[in-house]
């Protein structure tokens, strides 16, 4: 009996032997070898199965029986090896083909980003102003009522400091508003430095307004102002001309017009022909033709004494342009609403230099 379970165990081997090999042979791909060492020589293969049957023979056919056993399982192993290893070289060239990188293709392009068209103008009014002798100079976005009206001539009873104009921050201890101009700076530029003063003012202001094509209640506005002796009008309009020549070239015609501001005697309304419709008429320019840029004038003497200075001596001009109203101009864009929009496709058309419709972005 036990000379007859021997012999089974060893025509066993034989058997799975053939199966083992026929299987090795057939194998194509590495995922299908490591299903064959699973089921053949793994821990819950079938040579381990056979192994653990070995207790069953009598003591003395147990040596025997098991090196038999485990030379099979040895013999296996070794042919299954470099069957193996041919596989898994192919499936590496098999992949490394399909992922091959065809250098001749052309290469996607990055995206890269871009200045903003604001920051873009303001970096042109800087370089613009400094060929003429003036200087950039930044101020506070929150200020305080007293350099955002009283030392501009803006008295408590002025509509410019109601609340329906202008955003104010509660504060108990003191008047704190989001700045309505960046004309504050005049004053605390005068007041730290002696005639002659040259600054551009670049940065935002902030109104209580309702928003329209040309209208928006968080802006950019330029603020510009020279003093010293002898300063007339004619500086103001010469200085104010070459802006226009330099942004918008020399077939833009200009219009002054007499308008009132509280920091400026005389005041004047600062215009140019609208480059949109070429000025026969647009939702942007109200079907005038012409659209205001700011307003401008000469220093009123009250501005000049309440920084300490002798408006018998010292003369000086001031100006306030709005830089979204620039850009609209020089590049055609018909909606002042949009530079805040976030549109990534308006603001891409805008970076590839080309005349852009705000109504018409897709």
């Given at each position: 009996m036990k000379t007859q379970e021997l012999h089974g165990l060893t025509t066993e081997i034989d058997e799975l032997r053939d199966e083992a090999i026929a299987r090795l042979d057939a194998l194509d791909s590495s995922a299908r070898a490591t299903d064959w060492e699973r089921e053949f020589v793994g821990p819950k293969g079938k040579v381990t199965a056979l192994l653990r049957r070995l207790g069953a023979l009598p003591a003395e056919q147990r040596p025997a029986a098991g090196r038999a056993a485990q030379a099979f399982r040895n013999e296996l192993e070794s042919a299954f090896r470099p069957v193996q290893e041919r596989l898994h070289r192919e499936d590496l060239a098999r992949r490394l083909s399909d992922d091959a990188l065809d250098i001749t293709l052309p290469g996607r392009q990055p995206l890269v980003g871009t200045v903003h068209p604001v920051s873009e103008m303001i970096d042109e009014l800087i370089e613009i102003f400094a060929l003429l002798g003036f200087r950039a100079v930044f101020g506070p976005e929150v200020e305080t009522g007293r350099y955002n009206f009283d030392l501009l001539n803006i008295p408590a009873d002025h509509p410019a400091r109601d609340v329906w104009d202008t955003i104010i921050i509660d504060d108990p201890e003191a008047e704190l508003v989001l700045r309505t101009h960046t004309s504050p700076m005049q004053a605390r530029t005068m007041e730290r430095s002696k005639p002659p003063i040259r600054v551009i003012v670049p940065g935002k202001a902030f109104r209580f307004e309702a928003q329209d094509a040309s209208h928006e209640w968080q802006f950019t506005q330029l603020e510009g102002l020279a003093v010293?002796?002898?300063?007339?009008?004619?500086?103001?309009?010469?200085?104010?001309?070459?802006?226009?020549?330099?942004?918008?070239?020399?077939?833009?015609?200009?219009?002054?017009?007499?308008?009132?501001?509280?920091?400026?005697?005389?005041?004047?309304?600062?215009?140019?022909?609208?480059?949109?419709?070429?000025?026969?008429?647009?939702?942007?320019?109200?079907?005038?033709?012409?659209?205001?840029?700011?307003?401008?004038?000469?220093?009123?003497?009250?501005?000049?004494?309440?920084?300490?200075?002798?408006?018998?001596?010292?003369?000086?001009?001031?100006?306030?342009?709005?830089?979204?109203?620039?850009?609209?101009?020089?590049?055609?864009?018909?909606?002042?609403?949009?530079?805040?929009?976030?549109?990534?496709?308006?603001?891409?058309?805008?970076?590839?230099?080309?005349?852009?419709?705000?109504?018409?972005?897709?």
């Open positions: 010293d002796t002898r300063i007339t009008m004619t500086d103001l309009k010469g200085v104010l001309q070459e802006l226009a020549r330099q942004l918008f070239g020399p077939e833009r015609r200009i219009r002054f017009r007499c308008d009132f501001f509280p920091f400026v005697e005389p005041g004047v309304e600062f215009a140019v022909d609208c480059a949109i419709c070429e000025g026969k008429g647009c939702r942007v320019c109200k079907h005038t033709g012409w659209l205001e840029m700011g307003g401008a004038g000469m220093v009123h003497p009250n501005v000049l004494r309440g920084v300490g200075y002798d408006p018998d001596v010292y003369t000086g001009f001031a100006f306030g342009l709005g830089i979204e109203r620039l850009i609209m101009m020089k590049h055609g864009v018909d909606d002042v609403r949009a530079f805040a929009a976030n549109d990534i496709r308006f603001l891409r058309r805008f970076a590839a230099g080309t005349c852009v419709s705000a109504l018409n972005r897709g």
